[in-house]
């Protein structure tokens, strides 16, 4: 799914004109990008946890000559889905097989 099909869906279901929906989409995202930038963590209830990391230097090796790199400290994006997300995407009905 694309930035372009959740355009068209928020203006589907709400009702709103395309214009609009693209300018609520982009204020989300923008929101979230932003949060995420600072170091924050961004929870959506339902759907699960955006969360930045740190990753400290580490001894890493060029698969091509094999000779051993330090690789630079960096910080990574994390997603970790809601319990409902993931019975969601599982088919999870909540009920145990026997």
């Excluded at 091509?64 to 990574?76: F, N």
């Amino acid at each position: 799914m694309t930035k372009a099909d959740i355009v068209e869906n928020v203006s589907r279901t709400c009702g709103f004109a395309k214009k609009e929906s693209y300018d609520l989409v982009e204020s989300v995202f923008s929101i979230v990008k932003a949060t995420l930038e600072t170091g924050q963590e961004v929870k959506i209830s339902g759907f699960g946890k955006f969360e930045v990391k740190q990753k400290n230097a580490r001894r890493g090796r060029n698969p091509q000559t094999g000779e051993s790199i330090i690789l630079d400290p960096r910080r990574v994006l994390t997603f970790k889905p809601s319990n409902l997300l993931r019975a969601a995407i599982n088919g999870d009905t909540g009920q145990e097989s026997a």
